[in-house]
């Protein structure tokens, strides 16, 4: 049961473009989101989270968008680096729980030069 | 540098052995958790300590089991190895509730 999906295994964007990722998660009971990045042979690296009682949190380039009602979020990264290729997560989790981050699968971004 | 360590970074063992993969949160958290990630697959969550006792389980095999210390640091024993456990095995720490700092990950090889 895969409750939190990333649909699009990769992703390629030009240099200084948008590059948005999305997540789509099945348990209503997330409220907690985050999203990290990692490159090959290391650990992954939080990026930036949201909490369900927003729809929109900022962290200079990087975007993250919540809709509940579509059990959807994003991830906009403007502009794309190519220092930004590197495989992207979300995760979410339920706080009134024990707090265990379900991940997706993961998006490979690469930003072309 | 996320403040996670993780020992050993390589592991090479035989079908039916068993390995232990230590991990030392970040100074300060109380939560460690494990992941296990085949490859290139996602992340996939094996279990959560808490101040060393065990808080949510997730699709740990039997055959894998974890404790966390009093000094918080936390094992991964890992037994009866098959080559479907060759991966990388992530920990991480958080304050509870808050986000997950990982560490470098151990890459075991089973041959």
């Known amino acids: 049961d895969q409750q939190v999906k990333q649909n699009s295994p990769s992703l390629s964007v030009q240099e200084g473009r948008i590059s948005i990722l999305n997540c789509d998660y099945t348990?209503?009971?997330?409220?907690?989101f985050l999203w990290y990045k990692k490159y090959p042979a290391e650990g992954p690296t939080f990026l930036i989270s949201?909490?369900?009682?927003?729809d929109k949190n900022e962290d200079g380039r990087f975007t993250v968008f919540l809709n509940k009602s579509a059990k959807h979020l994003s991830l906009h990264i403007v502009p794309s680096q190519p220092g930004d290729s590197a495989v992207y997560f979300c995760?979410?989790?339920?706080?009134?729980?024990?707090?265990?981050?379900?991940f997706g699968t993961g998006t490979r971004l690469k930003v072309l030069a | 540098d996320s403040g996670v360590t993780q020992t050993p970074k390589h592991l090479i063992t035989a079908t039916g052995q068993r390995v232990t993969l230590r991990c030392s949160p970040r100074?300060?958290?109380?939560?460690v958790y494990w992941y296990q990630q085949s490859l290139d697959q996602g992340l996939q969550f094996l279990i959560q300590?808490?101040?060393?006792?065990?808080?949510a389980k997730g699709n740990i095999l039997e055959r894998f089991s974890a404790q966390q210390f009093p000094d918080l640091h936390s094992e991964l024993n890992l037994s009866s190895l098959e080559l479907g456990d060759s991966a990388l095995y992530f920990c991480?720490?958080?304050?509870?509730?808050?986000?997950?700092?990982f560490g470098p990950g151990t890459r075991l090889t089973v041959l």
């Open positions: 991480a720490s958080s304050v509870f509730g808050q986000s997950l700092f």
């Open positions: 348990n209503s009971m997330f409220d907690y």
């Open positions: 949201i909490s369900s009682i927003k």
């Open positions: 995760a979410a989790s339920a706080t009134s729980g024990t707090y265990k981050y379900i």
């Open positions: 100074s300060g958290d109380l939560s």
């Open positions: 300590y808490y101040n060393g006792e065990e808080r």
